[in-house]
């Protein structure tokens, strides 16, 4: 099992453009949450997702941020109009489909988004 | 609302010596708390959480409610322990995890 795969590792944007990052959740998992890291401090949940479905976007800006789980495919949490303020590091984590809420997560390696 | 402290960023200990990263927490009810580690260029992972009442890597964790503290401990410090260490906090009915903001354990040869 490969864990939980982010890409891009990297991603470099000019204020104002799209920023899509993609999250597959470990295999077999069908929850995948999405955190944010601003630099110096800790992680901060942003959404919850299930297949198809969102679960709980509590921690998601109310402008610009949207999140998906298509039944196929990775999870995709996409920024639009980045400001400099955007750059993080945004991690993903997956857990299994046991229905715990508080369930391991496994996180995936992050996306450091830089917005210049 | 609940909220997870860790007050020292940076720690550093010498090889052999006891370590304790601290963590407080604040939330009302019965909270579930974990220790979180991020090693050099790895991902972060589960150290070990209260629930389980295990000793994973020499390291333990006892959950104090009066204190509302979650300190992590370990009685003798190796190399290897060098990393970021994060305690985190959720509870029943709760879709995420709440971090702390981290600290650096350096163990110095």
């Known amino acids: 099992n490969a864990g939980v795969m982010q890409n891009p590792r990297h991603l470099v944007r000019r204020r104002g453009q799209e920023a899509r990052l993609r999250c597959s959740p470990m295999?077999?998992?069908?929850?995948v949450y999405w955190y944010r890291q601003l630099p110096e401090e800790g992680l901060k949940f942003m959404v919850y997702?299930?297949?198809?479905?969102?679960?709980?976007e509590s921690g998601m800006p109310k402008e610009r941020f949207s999140a998906e789980f298509p039944k196929e495919g990775p999870s995709i949490l996409r920024i639009q109009q980045v400001v400099r303020g955007d750059s993080a590091a945004y991690f993903c984590?997956?857990?299994?489909?046991?229905?715990?809420?508080?369930?391991?997560?496994?996180f995936g390696p992050g996306t450091r988004l830089t917005v210049l | 609302a609940q909220r997870v402290t860790q007050p020292e960023k940076l720690l550093s200990v010498f090889k052999g010596a006891p370590v304790e990263l601290k963590c407080n927490y604040s939330y009302s009810g019965s909270p579930e708390l974990f220790w979180y580690v991020q090693y050099s260029r790895q991902r972060l992972q589960l150290l070990l959480r209260?629930?389980s009442r295990e000793s994973i890597k020499g390291f333990t964790a006892d959950l104090n409610k009066g204190e509302t503290s979650f300190h992590l401990k370990k009685p003798f410090a190796q190399e290897e322990d060098s990393a970021m260490y994060y305690c985190?906090?959720?509870?029943?009915?709760?879709?995420?995890?709440?971090f702390g903001t981290g600290t650096r354990l350096t163990v110095i040869p």
């Open positions: 295999k077999g998992h069908s929850h």
């Open positions: 997702l299930q297949k198809e479905n969102i679960i709980d």
């Open positions: 209260h629930i």
């Open positions: 984590a997956s857990s299994p489909n046991s229905g715990a809420s508080t369930d391991t997560q496994y």
């Open positions: 985190a906090l959720s509870w029943t009915g709760a879709n995420n995890l709440f």
